[in-house]
C-alpha cells in the first residue's frame, strides 16, 4: 500500500500515448492515454501490473487524475499542442461516479488551456454497470460540457450491452480480441456488423482496438469501421516521439 501511495506521489507514474486513426484516410484524430509504472527494481510495468492494485487500494481517483494531469501538460506543450488531436483519457467506472474527479477533470483541461471537445473520456468497466441511469446522467453531464464519451472494449459479453448502448455516448471501441477474431470467427463478424449498423444509426463512432497487420485494417474498412488503434499504426509512444511519429505516418494512402 505505501508503494502504490509513493508511485502517485512522486514521479513513479508515467504516460505514454497510442495513436488513433481514420481508416478512410489514415488521418491522425487522436491520442489513448495509457499509464506505466517505473519501478527500481521491475522496470516499466504495463497497467494490469499496478492498475487493479490501486483499484482495491481505493486510489483509482488520484491515478486517473494524475495521469489526466500529465496527459494534458504534453499534449498542450509547444510541440503538439498544433496538432489539435483528441486525447482519450480512461475513467474507470468508480471514477465517472466521483463528482470531484470530474471537477478534477474539468479543472485541468481548464488549466492547460484545452478545449473540451478535445477531450474523450472513455469508460472502462472493472465491475459491471449496475446503475445505468446513474451511468446516464454522467454521461449526459460530460456530454453537455462538451466532452466526448466512448464506451471501451465492448464485446458480445458485456453485461447489460444493449442498456449502455442506448446512453449518449458519442462512440464505442471494439474489444481487441473481437478485432483479431474477425478473419476467423463469424460471430466477431456478426457482432461486428451489428455494432458499425446500430453506430450508424446514433451517430456514434466505431473505433477497432489491436489493429497488428494490414488484412485487418483491410477488413475493418469493407466493414465500415471509422478508426483504428494497434500496433499496425504505432505502439504507445513517449510524449516527445508523437510529433516524430505524426511526421512521418503516411496518409491518404491504402495501407501497406
Same mark, same amino acid.
Not at 481505493?58 to 491515478?63: D, I, R, V
Not at 472513455?122 to 460530460?142: F, G, H, I, K, N
Given at each position: 500500500m505505501s508503494e502504490l501511495h509513493a508511485a502517485l506521489a512522486g514521479s513513479s507514474i508515467d504516460t505514454r500515448y497510442q495513436p488513433i486513426v481514420r481508416v478512410a484516410d489514415r488521418m491522425p484524430v487522436a491520442v489513448e492515454v495509457l499509464a506505466r509504472m517505473n519501478h527500481p527494481a521491475h522496470g516499466t510495468l504495463l497497467p494490469n501490473r499496478f492498475v487493479p492494485q490501486m483499484e482495491d487500494a481505493g486510489l483509482a481517483p488520484a491515478l486517473t487524475e494524475t495521469v489526466? +494531469? +500529465? !496527459?494534458? @501538460? #504534453?499534449m498542450s506543450s509547444p510541440a503538439? !499542442? *498544433?496538432? +489539435?488531436?483528441?486525447?482519450?483519457?480512461?475513467? *474507470?467506472? #468508480?471514477?465517472?461516479?466521483? =463528482?470531484? @474527479?470530474? /471537477?478534477? $477533470?474539468?479543472? +485541468? %483541461?481548464?488549466e492547460a488551456g484545452i478545449r473540451p471537445q478535445q477531450v474523450i473520456v472513455e469508460l472502462t468497466e472493472s465491475r459491471p454497470v449496475e446503475d445505468v441511469a446513474a451511468l446516464r446522467r454522467v454521461v449526459e453531464q460530460l456530454r453537455h460540457v462538451g466532452y466526448g464519451v466512448v464506451i471501451d472494449d465492448i464485446q458480445p459479453d458485456? =453485461? /447489460?450491452?444493449?442498456? $449502455?448502448?442506448?446512453? =449518449?455516448f458519442t462512440g464505442v471501441k471494439l474489444d481487441k480480441a473481437i478485432v483479431q477474431a474477425l478473419a476467423t470467427d463469424a460471430r466477431a463478424r456478426a457482432f461486428t456488423d451489428g455494432i458499425v449498423a446500430l453506430a450508424a444509426t446514433r451517430g456514434l463512432t466505431v473505433t477497432a482496438e489491436?489493429?497488428?497487420?494490414? !488484412?485487418?485494417?483491410? %477488413?475493418l474498412a469493407d466493414m465500415g469501421v471509422e478508426q483504428a488503434q494497434g500496433y499496425l499504426i504505432a505502439r504507445p509512444l513517449l510524449a516527445i516521439a508523437v510529433p516524430v511519429w505524426l511526421r512521418r505516418w503516411p496518409r491518404r494512402q491504402a495501407a501497406d
Amino acid at each position: 500500500m505505501s508503494e502504490l501511495h509513493a508511485a502517485l506521489a512522486g514521479s513513479s507514474i508515467d504516460t505514454r500515448y497510442q495513436p488513433i486513426v481514420r481508416v478512410a484516410d489514415r488521418m491522425p484524430v487522436a491520442v489513448e492515454v495509457l499509464a506505466r509504472m517505473n519501478h527500481p527494481a521491475h522496470g516499466t510495468l504495463l497497467p494490469n501490473r499496478f492498475v487493479p492494485q490501486m483499484e482495491d487500494a481505493g486510489l483509482a481517483p488520484a491515478l486517473t487524475e494524475t495521469v489526466t +494531469r +500529465r !496527459a494534458f @501538460a #504534453d499534449m498542450s506543450s509547444p510541440a503538439l !499542442a *498544433p496538432y +489539435r488531436l483528441g486525447i482519450a483519457v480512461n475513467f *474507470p467506472l #468508480d471514477v465517472l461516479f466521483v =463528482p470531484s @474527479a470530474l /471537477q478534477s $477533470l474539468d479543472m +485541468r %483541461r481548464r488549466e492547460a488551456g484545452i478545449r473540451p471537445q478535445q477531450v474523450i473520456v472513455e469508460l472502462t468497466e472493472s465491475r459491471p454497470v449496475e446503475d445505468v441511469a446513474a451511468l446516464r446522467r454522467v454521461v449526459e453531464q460530460l456530454r453537455h460540457v462538451g466532452y466526448g464519451v466512448v464506451i471501451d472494449d465492448i464485446q458480445p459479453d458485456v =453485461p /447489460q450491452l444493449n442498456a $449502455l448502448l442506448d446512453l =449518449p455516448f458519442t462512440g464505442v471501441k471494439l474489444d481487441k480480441a473481437i478485432v483479431q477474431a474477425l478473419a476467423t470467427d463469424a460471430r466477431a463478424r456478426a457482432f461486428t456488423d451489428g455494432i458499425v449498423a446500430l453506430a450508424a444509426t446514433r451517430g456514434l463512432t466505431v473505433t477497432a482496438e489491436g489493429v497488428e497487420d494490414s !488484412a485487418t485494417w483491410d %477488413r475493418l474498412a469493407d466493414m465500415g469501421v471509422e478508426q483504428a488503434q494497434g500496433y499496425l499504426i504505432a505502439r504507445p509512444l513517449l510524449a516527445i516521439a508523437v510529433p516524430v511519429w505524426l511526421r512521418r505516418w503516411p496518409r491518404r494512402q491504402a495501407a501497406d
